[in-house]
């Protein structure tokens, strides 16, 4: 299995409520849509549960709250088969049109530019 992870921060003119609702709500039946075009085997969202319970831990695991990073809005994965789906979202007119009509829609409420993403190959270590 090919996982994507995308870490997201929501735009500033969405309080968290806003983005996790629009993210949920909008985003996510968009992504459903394009699922078949972009070989996405499973789709899932981890919304960002009660904001004084994450500035806690970030405190605890950072030794002090001003050297751990701030917290993500929430965290979203993506699945494919193998290499080769994931290729074809580059090659296939389909694949390309709903990866930008994602992006499109993306640009509406996340702060891409502070949202990283990457790639991985999942090794299951139990469950």
């Avoid at 509406?108 to 139990?126: C, R, T, Y």
Wanted: charged residues 25%; glycine residues 8%.
């Amino acid at each position: 299995m090919i996982k994507l992870t995308f870490c997201l921060r929501r735009l500033p003119s969405f309080t968290l409520e806003e983005f996790q609702d629009y993210w949920l709500n909008k985003h996510g039946p968009l992504v459903a849509s394009h699922r078949e075009a972009l070989r996405i085997q499973r789709y899932v969202q981890l919304h960002s549960g009660d904001p004084a319970m994450a500035e806690a831990l970030r405190a605890v695991r950072a030794g002090g709250i001003e050297n751990a990073p701030e917290i993500y809005d929430g965290v979203a994965q993506l699945w494919w088969a193998n290499a080769e789906d994931l290729a074809a979202i580059g090659t296939e007119p389909d694949a390309i049109e709903a990866g930008r009509a994602l992006l499109e829609d993306e640009q509406k409420f996340i702060d891409l530019a502070n949202s990283p993403l990457w790639f991985g190959e999942e090794k299951v270590i139990f469950g």
